[in-house]
Each structure stands twice: as C-alpha cells, then as structure tokens.
C-alpha cells in the first residue's frame, strides 16, 4: 500500500510507520515514568506523553510521507542506507539505556 505525498506521487509508508512507532513507544513508556519524577500526577504525566506522541506523529508524516521526494531516495545505493541504519540503531539504543539509567538510580 503506497501513500501519497504533496505532489500525488506514491511513497513507502514503512519509514513512517517505524519512527512514529517507535516515537510513541518511547514517549509511552519514558513519559509517565519521567512525568512522575518530576512532580506530576500520572493523569498529568500520560496526558502530556500522549500528546507529545501525537506531535511526533505529525512530524513524522511530514517527514516521511508528506515531503519526501522517492526518486532521489532511488538513486542512493543501498550500502550507504543500509550504513545510516545501522548507525541510527546504535542511536537508538544507546537512547534507550540512556533514559533507563536515571530511572534506576
């Protein structure tokens, strides 16, 4: 199933799916915990989480689906792609164990 961007011009909404997934799966889970240890209420804490999630949810689109242009996508090779997802995991992970270290001290 290709989306859409501005131009009507079919996009993979892959990319799309993945970072929003894991933007709301980051502010989902960190948000309360985090919300909470800085002095809100938890009704306060999940409200703001979800909030922020629906943002990066629009950020997202516009990113991804919105104003990306596929046929420059097309002409990059797949070894240095295949190089930026690496370094983007390693990224993420270390984000991940960066947010987790302060919650467990």
Known sequence: MDVPNRDGVAVDPVPFVVV???????LCSFGPLYGQALGMALSTALAVSVGL???????AYYCHIWTVHPEIEAELPAGPRAERLFHLMVVLGVLIVGLAIPLLV
Do not use: Y
């Open 20 to 26: 929003a997934g894991l933007a709301v799966l980051l």
């Open 53 to 59: 999630s629906a943002v990066a949810t629009v950020v």
